[in-house]
């Protein structure tokens, strides 16, 4: 068994490796203070596997260890590597199905923030397979693959022996096969509620929110689409959000690029005045140009409390001048204030 044990911590150590070096190749304008945080959070996460098998723990310390993470999930804290942590800690404890589940968690995570790419996911996942581990081990990570390329009857099929109703209500396998259960029929009641009831634990998890804008409808499915793109703006979830979101306030699928929700303007207009710079809210305009809707409502009145700052009222001038049509008549109704 130890050697299986060595396995799937090495394999986590890739994963870290996986995600950091991928975080630091997308984000190339990241500040030495994020890339020093980075580093020390892999340290902290690698310091903490190889501890975990200096030993076997038994089944009270492997409860209590569990607790802790999902306490800090619970909490809105979702670290990069806490849940290889937590794979390190199922492992050590027996719980291989546990253990692959919670290494992809982590890497599907990263995946929905936009650090890594779908593909990198997979093949973290096929690698497992490739190495034949026990059958535990495999059909987790085969029923993985199925929900990842959204094959929801095998999926579920795959993951129900592993994660029951003795499992925790939030548990990453429940929402794993609460997941399933909507895609295969988002009108099942029972399952939207129990989605719906999880949320804190997933609050910082992009595909949390992105599975309940799909599975709900109207102005839920419009706040599930809505958190999932402030959770990741660039991830890969954001532009269907997008599109959910004009579908609920009346616009056309062609208008979701210029889409913003509240907390992407507020952003936008937070990092405009603190540099001086107006011409940041120039990403800003697409959405003003659009047919009446609560989001563009919302950043004509945010925009409009400018004027008093230097350079920002000839700004919205110059912008409508320049303008035509629903545009320009917007922006002069800002400049005016």
């Known amino acids: 068994m130890k050697n299986k044990h060595y396995f799937l911590t090495l394999l986590s150590l890739m994963m870290?490796?996986?995600?950091?070096?991928?975080?630091?190749?997308?984000?190339?304008?990241?500040?030495?203070?994020?890339?020093?945080?980075?580093?020390?959070n892999a340290r902290a996460v690698v310091s903490i596997l190889p501890a975990s098998l200096e030993r076997e723990i038994d089944l009270i310390e492997f409860f209590q260890r569990l607790d802790q993470?999902?306490?800090?999930?619970?909490?809105?804290?979702?670290?990069?590597?806490?849940?290889?942590?937590?794979s390190g800690i199922r492992e050590n404890a027996g719980d291989y199905a546990g253990a692959i589940a919670a290494a992809y968690k982590e890497l599907s995570w990263a995946w929905g923030l936009g650090l890594i790419e779908k593909h990198e996911v997979e093949n973290g996942l096929l690698n497992v397979l490739a190495a034949k581990n026990e059958d535990d081990v495999i059909a987790v990570t085969n029923a993985l693959l199925a929900f990842l390329n959204g094959q929801w009857d095998n999926a579920?099929?795959?993951?129900?022996?592993?994660?029951?109703?003795?499992?925790?209500?939030?548990?990453f396998g429940r929402w794993l096969l609460l997941v399933c259960a909507l895609e295969k029929n988002g009108d099942d009641r029972r399952a939207g509620a129990a989605y719906r009831s999880i949320r804190a634990r997933y609050a910082q998890y992009p595909e949390y929110w992105y599975r309940g804008a799909r599975a709900f409808s109207g102005i839920i499915a419009a706040e599930f689409a809505e958190n999932c793109i402030n959770t990741a703006p660039q991830g890969p979830f954001a532009d269907e959000s997008r599109r959910i979101i004009t579908e609920f306030v009346g616009l056309n699928s062609s208008d979701a690029p210029s889409i913003r929700t509240k907390r992407e303007i507020d952003i936008t207009v937070t990092l405009a005045v603190n540099s001086g710079n107006p011409q940041i809210l120039d990403t800003l305009l697409p959405l003003l140009s659009l047919s009446d809707n609560p989001y563009t409502t919302y950043a004509v009145n945010t925009l409009r409390g400018l004027n008093s700052l230097a350079g920002f009222r000839d700004y919205f001038n110059r912008r409508a001048l320049d303008s035509s049509g629903r545009l320009s008549e917007r922006l002069f109704y800002i400049w005016r204030g």
């Open 16 to 40: 870290i490796a996986c995600v950091f070096c991928t975080c630091s190749r997308k984000n190339e304008t990241k500040t030495a203070a994020a890339n020093v945080e980075a580093v020390q």
């Open 69 to 86: 993470f999902a306490e800090l999930e619970r909490a809105g804290t979702w670290i990069q590597g806490m849940a290889l942590a937590e």
């Open 156 to 171: 579920a099929a795959g993951l129900a022996p592993f994660f029951d109703d003795n499992d925790e209500p939030d548990s």
